[in-house]
């Protein structure tokens, strides 16, 4: 009885062991190279469950994702003599795993690979370009030119560069300063300008409201002479017409009132003996 | 009795391995169950095959290696920092992340958060190695391929909400070449300014912009209100003038009007009203005043007199 339960027991086993070392599983994200003492034997690109010799064979697995490498970056001349310093990262993934392990051999060293391939490819581009573009006009097309260069040059290791992009371009620390120093002066300059605007404009109003009063208050002087100057012709007029129906009589009016205010009690007088007045007086 | 020997060692083998059964999967019951939450799905391969995508609940399934799960929140909001990172109390401002060259080769500082959900979870579990770092690196290089087309007055004045709308599109065309699974919901640009080596000039030209207002206001509030007073003046001085004409032809008109009738007066009895007219002003003047009358031979001949002593005391 014991020894049939030994036998099933160690059957079992065996056929677990040799179950484990031949059926292997190739999921969504992986793709697996089978060699046989260093020959290509079997590829799998697509996922499933798939059997191999035990001990024989070798199973080397890739992956089959979008790897992404973003390295150090780099001080890069352009076209006129200036520095950009870009920092670029690269989508790639591996569409021919045998060529892949027949040149790169693991991801590390394609990474490093690559990333120098790449970093040519944009030094060669950017230094026939001027950097105020490759700022602001014409980064796209630097990326697609790059990309389809990188991936051409990257086919033969199995490699297929998905994009290659800028994830930044500065200039280099030393310039930067340079930079800000001119950012200053333009302010400054922008500043001054809204200053001795303000005061240009401020003193323009300021004189066009001081010539304003002055026209008007001219006018207005000019109006009241004006009118003071008819009350006085009116006023003459009415006189004359009044004074001239007798100036005999106006004559007299006049001098009597002219006694009343002009003798005060300052005045002495001397009355003559054949005055008018003290005719009687003197009879 | 050989029998119930048998049976008994049978069943005892039976509930033994029951028990070793129940055991293993009270142990290892993660490798057959599986739970997917509300906001949450699972995706199953099959001997590495994609076999189904579940979503909430208690799953079955079988064990690694015939089955493998993978989970994720596909409502859970997930967000990327630029220029910054949150960190326990406020935040960390990241120089290298957040300055930026902009199109007129000025230096802008800017601090840009993504939020973005998972579209596609296949996709997002199977075509790339880091997706969420994938987010983060192409958004860094959409923003500053953006800002670096523009002039920095209108990155930090008016064409900001474009910049950022910009940046979104730019960011999901991307994110969509490389096939993540992602949908961007929302780009901001949470701060947006001149680098700290020059903030200060700028914001001296704000406040000259505000100087010029002050002054160009002031000297509108001087004019505001010299004119109204000056035309108040004016008025005034023309009134005055017409004050004056009206009183000065209403005494002329008095004085006119009171001679008229006086004429008229006179005209009745001509030399009596003189002589009455004559007397009743000697009656009001003479009286008080120093006199000396000239008594004497002959006409007008005036004596030798004492000026000073006529003249008076006063």
Redesign the interface.
């Known amino acids: 009885m014991k020894k049939v339960y030994i036998v099933l027991i160690v059957s079992a086993l065996v056929f677990l062991i040799v179950l484990l070392n031949t059926a292997f599983?190739?999921?969504?994200?992986?793709q697996v190279v089978i060699t046989r003492f260093g020959k290509i034997k079997k590829v799998y690109t697509?996922?499933?469950?798939n059997f191999m010799l035990p001990f024989v064979e070798t199973k080397h697995v890739y992956?089959?994702?979008?790897?992404?490498v973003?390295k150090a970056p780099n001080k890069i001349p352009t076209a006129d003599k200036k520095y950009l310093v870009v920092d670029n990262?690269s989508?790639w993934k591996i569409v021919d795993p045998v060529k892949f392990k027949n040149t790169m051999i693991t991801i590390p060293a394609a990474a490093q690979r690559l990333d120098d391939l790449i970093f040519s490819t944009i030094r060669e581009d950017l230094g026939t370009r001027n950097?105020?573009d490759i700022?602001?006009?014409t980064?796209?097309s630097i990326m697609h030119i790059v990309t389809l260069e990188s991936a051409q040059k990257a086919v033969e290791f199995g490699i297929e560069i998905?994009?290659v992009?800028?994830?930044?371009?500065?200039?280099p620390k030393e310039n930067?300063?340079a930079?800000?120093k001119r950012?200053?002066a333009e302010?400054?300059k922008?500043?001054?300008?809204?200053?001795s605007?303000?005061?240009e404009?401020?003193?323009?109003?300021?004189a066009?409201?001081?010539k304003?009063?002055a026209i008007?208050?001219a006018?207005?002087?000019e109006?009241?002479?004006i009118?003071?100057g008819?009350?006085?012709g009116?006023?003459?007029q009415?006189?004359a017409?009044?004074?001239t129906?007798?100036p005999d009589?106006?004559n007299?009016?006049k001098a009597?009132e002219a006694?009343?205010t002009i003798?005060d009690?300052?005045?002495?007088?001397?009355?003559?003996?054949?005055s008018k007045?003290?005719r009687h007086?003197?009879k | 009795m050989a029998e119930d020997q048998k049976m008994s060692a049978a069943s005892k083998t039976l509930t033994g391995v029951i028990i070793v059964g129940v055991v293993l999967l009270l142990v290892f019951y993660k490798s057959f169950f599986f739970t997917v939450e509300s906001d949450q799905l699972g995706v199953v391969l099959r001997f590495g095959e994609y076999s189904r995508t579940v979503g909430q609940g208690l799953r079955l399934r079988m064990p690694p290696p015939f089955e493998n799960v993978f989970i994720a929140s596909v409502t859970k909001i997930r967000r990327v920092e630029v220029g910054y990172q949150t960190v326990r109390g406020g935040k960390r401002h990241i120089d290298k992340e957040a300055l930026m060259l902009t199109g007129d080769e000025n230096i802008v500082d800017i601090e840009m958060v993504v939020q973005y959900v998972i579209k596609d979870i296949k996709d997002y579990f199977f075509t790339n190695l880091d997706p969420d770092l994938t987010v983060k690196v192409a958004a860094e290089a959409s923003l500053r391929a953006i800002v670096g087309s523009n002039a920095i007055d209108d990155v930090l004045t008016d064409k900001r909400a474009a910049i950022q709308s910009d940046i979104q599109i730019e960011l999901q065309s991307i994110i969509d070449v490389y096939k993540l699974g992602v949908t961007i919901q929302q780009i901001q640009l949470q701060e947006v300014h001149p680098p700290k080596a020059v903030i200060e000039a700028f914001k001296d030209v704000q406040r000259a912009k505000e100087d010029k207002e002050t002054k160009v206001n002031s000297a509108m509030a001087y004019r505001n209100d010299l004119v109204p007073r000056s035309k108040g003046a004016a008025e005034q001085k023309i009134l005055e003038a017409e004050g004056y004409k009206a009183k000065r032809v209403a005494e002329a008109r008095g004085d006119a009007e009171r001679f008229i009738k006086l004429h008229d007066k006179y005209k009745t009895a001509k030399s009596i009203t003189k002589q009455r007219m004559y007397y009743e002003t000697m009656m009001k003047v003479l009286p008080g005043k120093k006199k000396y009358m000239l008594s004497g031979e002959g006409n007008g001949t005036l004596n030798l007199l004492n000026l000073d002593k006529i003249g008076g005391s006063k």
């Open positions: 599983v190739v999921t969504e994200i992986e697509e996922p499933g469950l992956p089959k994702r979008i790897i992404m973003d990262y989508k950097l105020s700022i602001a006009k980064r796209d998905v994009d992009r800028i994830k930044r371009a500065d200039l930067e300063e930079v800000f950012m200053r302010r400054r922008e500043a001054n300008q809204y200053r605007e303000g005061d404009d401020s003193l323009k109003i300021i066009h409201a001081d304003e009063k008007i208050l006018g207005a002087y109006k009241a002479r009118i003071e008819e009350a006085d009116e006023a003459t009415i006189y017409r009044a004074f129906r007798d009589f106006y007299f009016v009597m006694y009343e003798i009690t300052s005045t002495v007088l001397v009355i003559p003996n054949d007045l003290m007086f003197y």
